[in-house]
């Protein structure tokens, strides 16, 4: 299986702020990755697919880079409404396989 | 709007069989862009994909569970359906439906519609 570990675990941030996730792959997945937002009680939400393509509807302050190994998704002024969990996940191969999330709180 | 609803008894008891159903509305479980998925979560394990159905009707599932699980389809009702066999405390966790759609601008897959999720609880 492709494991994927995401740092940091979980950060605190204050709105405005510029927010950076890293997820590595143990393996080159190309750029088979996406990034999901979770918030309490509800399912996953896609942002952003192709490690760099935004999903549509999705607002233009986050934005995904990377390729190979090494990710990032990059919210670049915190909103309220963006403090949840996050999480990247492969679909490069099967097993699709996700990272441990990354808790962004206040 | 494509939305998901999953549906089934929300407590099993240990060795015996999981079984869910997802209903699509506002749109077609035969549109060939697609292939459907389940994946469950729990604090133990996170986020872990159980497996997905084909526009063809084939599956795929994680080698982990793929002696024990089965996904598969019913047009005619527009739902799929996850069976999980001999479960066990491990198995309790929040199951999701999702659609799992290929991008052709970027050559890859990525599930971006989600059911709500449902709450099941292995015990006796």
């Keep these: ?106 | 709007q494509l939305q998901l609803q999953g549906s089934g008894p929300r407590q099993v008891k240990p060795s015996e069989t999981l079984s869910l159903t997802c209903s699509v509305s506002g749109g077609s479980l035969s549109s060939s862009r697609y292939f459907w998925g389940w994946i469950r979560q729990s604090p133990e394990k996170g986020l872990e994909w159980i497996g997905s159905l084909d526009d063809s009707g084939s599956t795929y599932y994680n080698p982990s569970l793929k002696s024990r699980v089965s996904i598969s389809e019913d047009t005619s009702k527009n739902e799929f359906s996850l069976r999980l066999t001999s479960v066990t405390a491990a198995d309790t966790a929040v199951y999701f439906c999702a659609r799992d759609r290929h991008y052709y601008d970027t050559a890859s897959y990525a599930f971006d519609v989600w059911g709500q999720g449902t709450m099941v609880t292995v015990s006796s």
């Design chain 1, 1 to 106: 299986d492709i494991q994927m570990t995401q740092s940091p675990s979980s950060l605190s941030a204050s709105v405005g702020d510029r927010v950076t996730i890293t997820c590595r792959a143990s393996q080159s997945i190309s750029n088979y990755l996406n990034w999901f937002q979770q918030k309490p009680g509800k399912a996953p939400n896609l942002l952003i697919y192709g490690a760099s393509t935004l999903q549509s509807g999705v607002p233009s302050r986050f934005s995904g880079s990377g390729s190979g190994t090494d990710f990032t998704l990059t919210i670049s002024s915190l909103q309220p409404e963006d403090f949840a969990t996050y999480y990247c996940q492969q679909s490069y191969g099967v097993p699709r396989t996700f990272g441990q999330g990354t808790k962004v709180d206040i």
